[in-house]
């Protein structure tokens, strides 16, 4: 992928696989709130979650949430039928990326876990 803003810093980690958790909005607060403490990452605002509410196919059923950090913003998708997650750590700092996907994991309880950095 080419480097389009080379002055500006980016990096992002996207990680995805299996959770064997019971999930709800307070799970998802609590591992926001975890992982941003662990990556010494600041969030500036209250995460945002939906769930569509039996909307939509039900295998897409599930959280859409956000939480806004100082330096950009994590975001984490969850089916719930497949007990399947897929987040994206997007900062304007440097992060331990694999300290992230260690908390991720270890968090929500996933054997196996695939990640793309970019």
Known sequence: MKNLAPNIKRQRLLVEGFYDIEVN???????????????????????IIFSPGGEGKEENQGYDAFVPLIDS??????????????????????????????????????????????
């Open 25 to 47: 909005k307070s799970i998802i607060e609590d591992y926001f709130r975890g992982v941003t403490s662990y990556l010494n990452l600041r969030m500036y605002g209250e995460p």
């Open 73 to 118: 913003g994590i975001s984490v998708y969850v089916w719930s039928s497949t007990k399947f997650l897929s987040l994206i750590i997007y900062t304007c700092k440097d992060f331990d990326e694999q300290k992230a996907i260690e908390f991720t994991k270890k968090f929500w309880n996933i054997n196996e876990t695939e990640s793309l950095s970019f």
